[in-house]
């Protein structure tokens, strides 16, 4: 009975708890405060993806500083 309740209504059930999951986070957080975590969460995810894939760095400081020193050299 519950197997055939759960693939019939799975995706609702999943989709109710999430909610209230989240009502609870906005109710006790704030709305803000939600949004920036799920924001952090994002980027987290992105630079795990990111280090997963093997990019390389996100930011190559040493092309950065190259480009920083030819366009304002160092007073000597």
Known sequence: MW????????GRSAGVV????????YLFAGFWDMLFCGFLVA???????LRDEKRGPLL?????TDWLT??????R
């Open 43 to 49: 980027i987290g995810y992105w630079f795990g993806k």
């Open 3 to 10: 197997k055939s309740w759960w693939e019939t209504y799975g």
């Open 18 to 25: 999430a909610g209230l999951f989240f009502f609870f986070i």
């Open 60 to 64: 190559p400081l040493e092309r950065v």
């Open 70 to 75: 030819s366009r304002w050299p160092w007073p």
